[in-house]
């Protein structure tokens, strides 16, 4: 179950990465895609981590 805190912290992550991106100059789509494929990995981590839980 997700939590106010990490929503927040979670917010925090992404606007701290397309900061960096915008400083160092990579297109705008570039960090659609990014953040789109940190999500995707974040489920996916998810994801294992609970069934890995289910099991225990």
Known sequence: RGTILGTIVGALMLRSIRNGIVLIGV?????????????????ILHALLQKNAARS
């Not at 705008?28 to 940190?38: C, E, K, P, Q």
Request: charge should be neutral.
């Open 27 to 43: 297109p705008g789509l570039a960090y659609n895609i990014f953040v789109g494929v940190i999500i995707l990995a974040m489920l």
